[in-house]
């Protein structure tokens, strides 16, 4: 069970790594061409999408195995560990670098039209409810 953990877990780090590849390929296409990257980029990341759901899916079964098991028998997969910290520092690159390229965005005026403003609040609304109520 430990060795299906722990591939389950390499084919996790694999995808993140490809993701990690097109978000610094973003950020360059951001440094050097000072344009949106290509419909191919934002493509690719989309075909992504479903791969990274299916591995998350895995990554939920095998964490409700890992949690079945005993101490002793975790204590002998000490590869899982190992790769899980990877994997965490993968996520970690892929958030930061995104952070980024998501600022570079919004300096440019490119990122998602602002809210609506939200309404002025009314500080004794539910007062004034309960006032009418008893007219």
């Avoid at 490809?18 to 690719?44: C, H, T």
């Avoid at 892929?94 to 609040?121: K, M």
Wanted: with cysteine; charged share 30%; aromatic share 4%.
């Amino acid at each position: 069970m430990s060795e299906q953990i722990a591939q389950t877990l390499r084919e996790h780090c694999v995808l993140c790594e490809e993701i990690l590849a097109l978000v610094m390929r973003e950020k360059k296409a951001w440094k050097d061409y000072d344009a949106p990257p290509s419909m191919e980029l934002y493509q690719a990341k989309k075909a992504l999408l479903p791969k990274l759901n299916e591995s998350l899916e895995k990554i939920r079964s095998c964490r409700a195995a890992w949690q079945k098991m005993t101490p002793k028998e975790r204590a002998q997969a000490s590869q899982i560990g190992a790769l899980l910290q990877q994997t965490q520092n993968l996520i970690l690159k892929i958030i930061v670098l995104d952070r980024e390229n998501e600022q570079v965005l919004l300096r440019r005026g490119l990122g998602p039209a602002r809210p609506p403003a939200p309404r002025q609040q009314q500080p004794h609304f539910v007062a004034e409810l309960y006032r009418r109520k008893q007219l």
